[in-house]
């Protein structure tokens, strides 16, 4: 009895068919089984500001978000959350008609699928592509269209007549990430213009993940697509608190967007949790306030662990994309006279006692991906010291 009634009608249905447990659950188990570092998903082995925890306790203390938020999140948070985008952005939101708090980017992510794509419709999303995206599109009804990123001088770049090539008669949305999870590329303002130009041209509307805005290095800058002409009208610009603040346990995520689109994705939202998360909204509004010191040092935090994990990786004769941005390091296998990401790392724990993530499954087209894994690099120093030094066993082993 897999997965059929007596009638031999799938349990699941047919929009979901394709989706089975994630490779994190399956890697994570694998980890846990073995002992092995798990660099596999990506969360922060280390909790995020002290103060900011301590907000969160005082609002649970004095009984503000205990009892169901209002629909559309509580007002300190949406005030913050625009004057973030302005300040940082310049991009003017009213935090009563074009900002709404969710359940995490993931949230965020499915309601604006569910509320904006018709059966049938087709959505261009970037490839390698992060897990939600397909499932969501899948729940939607729409057809996903996937445009590969593909390595060029040491990143994985957008080709950007692909993209246009992609765009139909039935294409709804563009949806993209930058920075972009799992090849840590930052979109450049160039690319980025051009894909805003294409969507004015072809009157599409944008939904960009952009969590991990915060997390960029060396002179990588992030650009809100939102800010580009003709954009703001018809972008959904997402983000959430869980990766710039090390809290991802606390689904503490954002729309902002024109009042239409806003009011679209919020109609899906409603029947979704409806609300989530009450006395981490206020500790999140502050968060979002905290100085501009809190920003560099975690991106400088997270450049050395970058710089730590990446030379590591080399020194194991990987091939690395060293990224832009995210807390994510691609790498290639075939130097080490591997090509099956997949087999690589479901025997990783074993030959060397790490955990990593087969990029191909963030494919469509899943040749493309195949000898690309990713490793996480949001850990404590010594586990990223201790992971290099087990990898660079590879070479002999
Ligand atoms: C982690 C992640 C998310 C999910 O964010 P939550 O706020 O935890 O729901 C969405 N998009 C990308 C690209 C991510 O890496």
Redesign the pocket.
Known sequence: MTGMTSSARPILNRRLAAFGTTIFAEMSALAAATGAINLGQ?FPDTDGPEEIREAAVRALRDGRGNQYPPGPGVPELRTAIAAHQQRRYGLTYDPDTEVLVTA???EA?AASLLALVEPGDEVVALEPY?D?YAACIAMAGGRRVPVTLRPHDGAFRLDLDELRAAVTDRTRLLLI?TPH?PTGTVLTREELAAIAELAVERDLLVVT?E?YEHLVFDDAVHVPIATLPGMRERTVTIS?A??TWSY?GW?V?WVTASPALVTAVRTAKQFLTYVSSGPFQYAIAEALNLPEDYFTALREDLRAKRDLLATGLEKAGFAVFRPAGTYFVTADIRPLGESDGFAFCRSLPERAGVVAIPNAVFYDHREEGAPFVRFAFCKRQETLREAAERLAGLRHG
Request: proline fraction near 0%.
């Open positions: 990506g995490g980017a993931t992510i992060y939600s990430n999870n993940d969590v959430s869980g990766k991802t689904k995520g």
